[in-house]
């Protein structure tokens, strides 16, 4: 059983950052990725790293965020800065890729973790 936790969710005011964790139970070469879904949105693709590190953004988010995995930790991390109050949202992780990269189909998800930016 894959299991995805996900921790470093937070307050946080517009023009801060947070960095998001997300640990796997298993050591794997699955493709990882972040995802979030906002109040009344539908979930969607933020980032996304291939075991390799190739590595792939969302434009809303592209030179804010960063997406890096630790392979020897199984964990993968999500730095965020200049977060603005549109980036408010239920962050989930995910692994092993089921489609296209920067789609939401992916096959183990995490719990989520909230993301609250204040204006």
């Known amino acids: 059983q894959v299991q995805l936790v996900e921790s470093g969710g937070g307050l946080v005011q517009a023009g801060g950052s947070l960095r998001l964790s997300c640990a796997v139970s298993?050591?794997?070469?699955?493709?990882m990725a972040w995802l979030r879904q906002g109040p009344g949105k539908e979930r969607e693709f933020v980032s996304a790293?291939?075991?390799?590190?190739?590595?792939y953004y969302a434009d809303s988010v592209k030179g804010r965020f960063t997406i890096s995995r630790d392979n020897s930790k199984n964990t993968m991390y999500l730095q965020m800065n200049n977060l603005k109050p549109e980036d408010t949202a239920v962050y989930y992780c995910?692994?092993?890729?089921?489609?296209?990269?920067?789609?939401?189909?992916?096959?183990?998800w995490g719990q989520g973790t909230q993301v609250t930016v204040s204006s």
């Open positions: 995910a692994a092993e890729l089921l489609a296209g990269v920067t789609t939401t189909s992916y096959k183990y």
């Open positions: 298993v050591r794997s070469t699955y493709t």
């Open positions: 790293i291939r075991w390799g590190g190739d590595t």
